[in-house]
């Protein structure tokens, strides 16, 4: 009887699963892609920050194991265990674990690899190497080649020995990560601050202060993206508007110029809030998703004073106020503006924002 892959020594694993080098296949992003869909599905919502395509899979036109590398950044503060079950619950095999690492693996049978083959690793939120090493590769070709070269001349050595084979790789891999890191600086430290709250509640005037505030920032107010006479709203008009924060967003998002991007909206409903985050690039920024709230006197005060002052008409009252009690039960951190300054709330917002990333 075949042993099952718990019941097989070190030495039995690495002969059944030896390593193989081969050409570059396209089909590897597309793997990566279909498996990044299904992870984002299983996931408890709110704890994964970022999922990104690691490894030689991900370095253009080299020499590869046919393995797939996930890497997974948890969001600060999640318990790491309750991403471990629902990876379990769903065909992942945990292979290795402590209090700030995980590893899993799919694909791995009695018979030998399957079709396709994962490795995912699960770290904490900046934990990313391996992002740094990707990007230099890719941008500089001339290296990747001497590290396919690497990779070509330990192949036969360590065929059966994959500590050996990751080892004797490692003077390398660290030389250029140092590389990129020095030369991408704080590349995937943007942050993309996403401000809710109700009408009137002061979302536009911290933006502006946080932009003034902020290193290298910009400020988007979504109600820009539809400022339309007649304003109308209809399915249409509403998909055109989403089509529109999205664009300008990532468009931010991607710009090297910029290390902060400060995005203001409505946002009551966490459906408009998860259509944003998953149509954006998040892997190139950290999202602090923040609601701005009050109570309601301090709200209807707010309200009336911009009314008197010709800013508002006097229907956002009510509007507004039956959209307060909305933003509790939402994915967000809340800050209570009640009585504070725009400028003591700008200040809560970039503090909130440090604390979440230490």
């Not at 009137?200 to 400020?219: A, E, H, R, S």
């Not at 009050?294 to 229907?315: H, N, P, S």
């Not at 909305?326 to 800050?335: C, E, F, Q, R, S």
């Amino acid at each position: 009887m075949r042993k099952s892959l718990c019941e097989m020594s070190l030495e039995e694993l690495w002969q059944l699963f030896p390593i193989i080098l081969t050409e570059h296949k396209e089909e590897w992003e597309i793997w990566y892609r279909e498996e990044k869909a299904e992870l984002e599905r299983i996931l408890p919502s709110g704890t994964v920050e970022r999922i990104s395509h690691v490894g030689s899979t991900a370095i253009g036109q080299i020499q590869a194991k046919p393995i797939v590398d996930i890497l997974i950044e948890a969001a600060p503060g999640t318990d790491m265990g309750e991403i471990r079950q629902s990876l379990c619950e769903n065909g992942w095999i945990c292979m290795s674990r402590n209090e700030n690492r995980m590893s899993f693996n799919k694909g791995y049978t009695e018979q030998g690899f399957a079709e396709k083959v994962f490795h995912l690793h699960l770290r904490y939120s900046g934990d990313n190497d391996e992002l740094y090493f990707r990007d230099y590769l890719n941008e500089y070709p001339d290296i990747a080649e001497k590290y396919e070269q690497l990779k070509l001349s330990l192949w036969k050595k360590y065929e059966h020995d994959r500590d050996g084979y990751t080892d004797a790789k490692g003077t390398f891999v660290r030389k250029y990560t140092a590389a990129a890191k020095k030369k991408y600086g704080n590349r995937y430290e943007k942050r993309l601050y996403l401000i809710g709250g109700p009408m009137g509640v002061g979302k536009t005037t911290v933006g502006q202060i946080l932009k003034k505030t902020l290193p290298d920032c910009v400020f988007l107010d979504g109600d820009w993206c539809w400022d339309m006479d007649p304003f109308q709203v209809t399915p249409e008009t509403k998909q055109m508007v989403m089509d529109n924060i999205c664009t300008l967003l990532n468009n931010f998002i991607h710009c090297t110029a910029y290390q902060n991007v400060v995005f203001c909206w409505v946002m009551h409903q966490q459906e408009i809030l998860d259509e944003i985050i998953f149509r954006l690039d998040a892997e190139k920024c950290r999202i602090v998703k923040i609601s701005l709230v009050c109570t309601e006197e301090a709200l209807q005060e707010r309200l009336e004073k911009d009314i008197e002052e010709g800013v508002r008409k006097e229907d956002v009252i009510s509007r507004s106020l039956n959209y307060l009690p909305m933003y509790h039960a939402l994915d967000t951190v809340k800050i209570d503006v009640s009585g504070k300054t725009a400028e003591k709330i700008a200040a809560e917002i970039i503090k909130t924002a440090d604390t979440l990333y230490l």
